[in-house]
């Protein structure tokens, strides 16, 4: 085998962000638009990189300098997540990559994460060590640190294990959930949101008023662990209710905006069951879970607020290898 086209799915955190960050639990939910990488060995001592998506077009350097000199914000999750395996593991001569998503890198999907995640598991095909899926995200994740600084790794596991996940901070427990499709509408803010500004925004506050932040994230928590109970017994009315608890908290933390407030109270004014943004806030998603009978006012009311509707699937495959040549 010479060549792996692998894909991931992009994420949406269902419940508890930033309070994971700092060992709480999440839920979050893989969505069907796919992140798809194409790796090939080459004879050629080089690594070379096309990702149209982030702009980066014939990027090309040695194998023998990879992680090292100025390297273009799109190519360093794929960049640093070989680094990483290579690290560990060995492939001889050198590597052609093209990553292509079917989703916006603005949307807050995670095309960064589900692109890491794509070419670790691609690495590991074409060099038969068959890594499992937690040694996979233990190289994800590490990749997103090594780049971010900073994150809970929620969004490497999505790409990983698709589905619905219970998750706390780090992979300490990956609980994939058993739960099918889920009720949701998501809309898109046309803000993009910086996660590590957002982190640090609220770690701020959290320096300030320290008590007043670490009981906002015990009491997500406390609200994550119920949602978990009710999204494996389909109770969307109460799902909805903790969703609109949980936006209280964010609105706390900082991180609501006007327009998110706006697509989020007009969903509920449509008869959502509930309603709040997904993600480190300000700007990318919020999402409504709604009744079918209420879905097209839901979606209605996001346009009329300013916001795009983007039809997501749910209950869809994590990462998975699509051919191999
Ligand atoms: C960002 O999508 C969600 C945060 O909780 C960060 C993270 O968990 O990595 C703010």
Redesign the pocket.
């Known amino acids: 085998m010479k060549k792996v086209i692998v894909s991931a799915p992009g994420k949406l955190?269902l419940f508890?962000?930033?309070?994971?960050?700092y060992n709480h639990s999440?839920l979050v939910t893989a969505v069907g638009q796919r992140m798809k990488v194409t790796v090939e060995l080459t004879q050629q001592e080089t690594f070379e990189l096309n990702a149209p998506d982030v702009q980066v077009e014939n990027y090309v350097k040695p194998m023998s300098e990879l992680g090292l000199g100025d390297i273009p914000k799109g190519a360093k999750f794929v960049e640093i997540a070989i680094v990483n395996f290579l690290a560990q593991n060995k492939i001889t001569g050198g590597l052609k990559i093209t990553t292509q998503s079917e989703f916006s890198s603005q949307f807050?999907f995670?095309s960064s994460s589900a692109s890491t995640v794509c070419v670790i598991k691609a690495l590991s095909e074409l060099s038969a060590v068959n890594l499992d899926n937690k040694s996979i995200f233990d190289l994800a994740f590490k990749t997103?640190l090594d780049i971010?600084g900073?994150?809970?790794?929620?969004?490497v596991a999505a790409a990983i294990y698709g589905g619905t996940l219970y998750f706390v901070?780090g992979g300490k427990v990956i609980e994939p959930l058993k739960i099918g499709n889920l009720p949701m509408i998501v809309g898109y803010s046309g803000i993009k949101?910086d996660?590590v500004t957002?982190?640090n925004e609220?770690g701020e506050k959290a320096k300030k008023y320290p008590e007043m932040i670490e009981s906002v994230y015990s009491q997500i928590e406390k609200l994550v662990e119920k949602a978990k109970v009710a999204l494996l017994k389909k109770d969307w009315q109460t799902v909805g209710e903790l969703m609109n608890f949980n936006e209280g908290y964010l609105s706390t933390l900082g991180?609501e905006s006007k327009k998110l407030a706006d697509m989020i109270y007009v969903s509920r004014e449509a008869g959502a069951y509930g309603a709040k943004l997904?993600?480190?806030?300000i700007g990318?998603c919020m999402f409504a879970f709604a009744s079918d009978k209420v879905s097209q006012a839901v979606k209605d009311g996001i346009i009329k607020a300013g916001g795009e509707v983007i039809d997501v699937n749910t209950n869809v495959e994590g990462v998975k290898v699509e051919e191999k040549i």
Not at 278 to 281: D, F, K, L, P, V
């Open positions: 955190m508890g962000e930033h309070a994971v960050v999440c807050g995670g997103v971010q900073k994150g809970s790794g929620f969004d901070t949101a996660t957002l982190i609220v991180v997904s993600g480190a806030g990318d």
